[in-house]
């Protein structure tokens, strides 16, 4: 009898999610959000200005790379007639020159990268907001990223974007 029981409570709660979810009606999107990103508005001039601030940096790059080399070159020429010291010294600052130029290099990286976040993040941040006003306008479930290979299948999802580019008046 309690063998009975238990499996009668278990089959219940098996059947439940099945019973709950054929009462919800789920309305599923997609998205290409890499699509919408390029028809956003603001995005192009956030390129021109990150590309010209990476110019800069590379500019500076190059300069600093072009003193090593040089300092380098002289050193190469010139280290027979150079005493002990001297020659000492001027490792010591071939040496410091060369971290200097890394130390840069990582800096510049890190600084480009927070740059293109910070010139993306309101773009980035009004398409979300678009699209997340589109699904609760649109009765949306779920809406997957089709652009960020977060949609592994979409037969019986319609797809968002016409709804979200009018949103956003694009």
Do not use: H, W
Request: proline share 2%.
């Amino acid at each position: 009898m309690k063998k009975i029981l238990i499996f009668a409570c278990l089959f219940g709660l098996f059947l439940a999610p099945t019973a709950i979810s054929a009462q919800t009606k789920l309305k599923l999107g997609y998205i290409d959000s890499n699509e919408l990103l390029l028809a956003m508005p603001g995005r192009d001039s956030a390129k021109t200005i990150l590309e010209k601030y990476a110019k800069e940096l590379e500019t500076q790059i190059r300069s600093m790379s072009a003193e090593l080399e040089q300092k380098y070159q002289d050193y190469m020429n010139n280290q027979a007639n150079y005493t002990d010291l001297i020659k000492k010294t001027k490792e010591k600052e071939l040496q410091d020159l060369q971290t200097r130029v890394q130390d840069f290099q990582t800096s510049a990286q890190e600084d480009l990268q927070k740059k293109e976040q910070d010139l993306l993040a309101p773009i980035i941040d009004k398409a979300k907001k678009a699209i997340d006003d589109v699904a609760k306008e649109n009765g949306y479930t779920y809406i997957f990223d089709a652009g960020a290979g977060f949609l592994l299948f979409y037969e019986g999802g319609e797809n968002i974007m016409p709804l979200v580019k009018k949103k956003l008046g694009l």
